[in-house]
């Protein structure tokens, strides 16, 4: 537990610019009104992929109200 204390106020990347190195092809997915996963970092991350592909959908808790859709979109991405 002690060393969970101090991990909200780590980054994962102090950078994010040397992500446009990345060559991969990515699928940025954000839902409007996700407070844990806010729309600004999904565009942000696309913004600095050179091949991201960003969809955000209109609410939260796609899983539950969009799966169909959620699951053609990853599914024709990794067809790809």
């Keep these: 537990a002690p060393g969970?204390?101090?991990l909200p106020e780590q980054v994962a990347l102090?950078?994010?610019a040397v992500l446009s190195a990345v060559t991969a092809p990515a699928l940025v997915i954000a839902c409007a009104g996700d407070d844990l996963h806010p729309v600004e970092v999904a565009e942000q991350l696309a913004a600095v992929l050179p091949q991201a592909t960003l969809h955000v959908y209109d609410r939260p808790n796609v899983l539950w109200t969009e799966r169909a859709d959620l699951r053609e979109r990853i599914s024709a991405f990794l067809n790809e």
């Design 14 to 16: 102090p950078d994010a």
């Design 4 to 6: 969970l204390a101090g």
